[in-house]
Nanobody, 124 residues
Framework: QLVESGGGSVRAGGSLLLSCAAS????????LGWFRQAPGGRRLGVAN????????YYDNSVLGRFTISQDKGKNMVYLQMNSLKLEDTAMYYC????????????????????WGQGTQVTVS
């Protein structure tokens, strides 16, 4: 189960922290990712992280500006977004890839099988 929070409106150059309460995983290894989709646009995976090895991946459009992290004790995954740009405006979704034996190299490429409802980020 995935529940996002933390979206909102921010001026260009500002920061936002997105949070996702992530629980109910079936397997001992899984991927957690943040995706975004702007109106009329395609869904884009912006960042993901593998549990348990912690490997992260970022889309080039956010590399150096966004940071994904996980607090396993609190069952939370975060997306710290800095230096926000107009083109970062989108609905942001938290998602999980919870399959047997998921390896970190699968996190950027495989289809995720559990999704949150999304949280809107608007940069102006």
């Amino acid at each position: 189960q995935l529940v996002e929070s933390g979206g909102g409106s921010v001026r260009a150059g500002g920061s936002l922290l997105l949070s996702c309460a992530a629980s109910g995983f079936t397997h001992s290894s899984y991927c957690l990712g943040w995706f975004r989709q702007a109106p009329g646009g395609r869904r884009l995976g912006v960042a993901n992280i593998h549990f348990p090895d912690g490997t992260t991946y970022y889309d080039n459009s956010v590399l150096g500006r966004f940071t994904i992290s996980q607090d396993k004790g609190k069952n939370m995954v975060y997306l710290q977004m800095n230096s926000l740009k107009l083109e970062d405006t989108a609905m942001y979704y938290c998602a999980a890839l919870d399959d047997p034996g998921v390896a970190s190299f699968q996190c950027p490429t495989d289809e995720y099988n559990d999704w949150g409802q999304g949280t809107q980020v608007t940069v102006s």
